[in-house]
């Protein structure tokens, strides 16, 4: 079992950056691909980007050149910067990924960027 818990959330100005990050305990074998996804009000859950093992990423379109994704190994810790931030990244945040078929998410944070 994985267990994720977000942290890093908050009120940011238009323009402004912020990190989040994800850490990942309980059973933890090597995980091969973790992402961060966000839900504004009203909306579907989307993609914000995916990182591998090894280091690849992928990123929606909406945030790409914008927001970083990186992993500490180490520290069993996902990372999420974002900058130049505007009223359309504000969203709650959450972090997964899927083990051995099953899919984990964590409690979310919000993320709030006032114009």
């Known amino acids: 079992q994985v267990q994720l818990a977000e942290s890093g959330g908050g009120l940011v100005q238009s323009g402004g950056s912020l990190t989040l990050s994800c850490a990942v305990s309980?059973?933890?074998?090597?995980?091969?691909?973790m992402g961060w996804y966000r839900q504004a009000p009203g909306k579907q859950r989307e993609l914000v980007g995916r990182?591998?093992?090894?280091?690849?990423?992928n990123y929606g379109d909406s945030v790409k050149g914008r927001f970083t994704i990186s992993r500490d190994n180490a520290k069993n810790t996902l990372y999420l910067q974002m900058n130049s931030l505007n009223s359309e990244d504000t969203a709650v945040y959450y972090c997964?990924?899927?083990?051995?078929?099953?899919?984990?998410w964590g409690q979310g944070t919000q993320v709030t960027v006032s114009s």
């Open positions: 997964h990924t899927l083990l051995f078929g099953i899919n984990y």
């Open positions: 309980g059973t933890m074998p090597r995980i091969n691909v």
């Open positions: 990182i591998a093992t090894g280091g690849t990423t």
